[in-house]
């Protein structure tokens, strides 16, 4: 992407001072960026602003943006494994999923270091919290924008948004049994393949989200 081209008029004053334009306008600059610089870093592009990367102020900042793409490094490495695995890549696919192992070693340090890891009540609080927050306001708006323009994502937002309210009801019962002293009950554990729905128990029936049949239904080691 060309930064020069794409940068709006707006903050072309800036962009040639060496200042990273920021959005909104008229919020105070960071430090000075050299011009190469900014052409070499990563760009977001809002409409017609374009917004640059700016250096983390902080340590604890740094490793939030360092677990957030090491995370996405691994589950995009695993999906690369698959599709060389089915073009018959067996040694290329070990390569991409040790990749991606290298890259969970990354995220978990990362996580822990910036005190991402608390008690598993605490954890199980946070997961709540989280779930709840993609069913009730993140998928959403998300699944009607899908819908809106037609786009194969539809089918997969809407499970994914399905699910994620499964996982806060599952987690909320793990914490009810902490709460009481207790550990949940002894069970196996059950993943739809298709949307992810999870089932304590062996599946009798077809997936509640997306009617996938019981039989197709992993369990959870």
């Not at 609080?125 to 709840?132: D, K, L, N, Q, R």
């Not at 002293?181 to 599946?203: A, K, R, W, Y």
Request: hydrophobic share 40%; with cysteine.
């Amino acid at each position: 992407m060309e930064v020069a081209r794409i940068a709006s008029s707006r903050f072309k004053s800036a962009f040639e001072r060496g200042h990273r334009p920021l959005w909104p306008g008229g919020l105070p600059r960071r430090q000075p960026i050299h011009p190469a610089a900014l052409a070499r870093s990563a760009p977001w592009t809002c409409s017609r602003v374009l917004l640059y990367y700016v250096p983390m102020t902080t340590t604890k900042e740094n490793l939030a943006t360092a677990f957030a793409g090491e995370s996405q490094a691994n589950r995009k490495y695993l999906a690369f494994a698959r599709l060389a695995e089915q073009e018959l890549r067996p040694q290329v696919a070990k390569l991409f999923r040790a990749a991606a192992e290298a890259e969970t070693i990354h995220a978990l340090a990362h996580l822990a270091n910036m005190g991402g890891v608390g008690t598993t009540l605490q954890n199980l609080e946070a997961s709540i919290a989280g779930e709840t927050y993609e069913f009730t306001e993140m998928y959403p708006p998300m699944v009607k924008q899908a819908e809106a323009e037609g786009h194969k994502a539809t089918t997969m937002l809407g499970y994914a948004n399905a699910v994620e309210k499964v996982h806060a009801r599952l987690f909320q019962q793990a914490l009810d049994a902490m709460k009481a002293g207790q550990d949940l009950s002894q069970m196996e554990v059950f993943i739809c393949p298709t949307c992810g729905n999870i089932e304590f128990g062996i599946p009798t029936e077809k997936c509640p989200v997306c009617g996938e049949a019981a039989h197709w239904y992993q369990k959870v080691a």
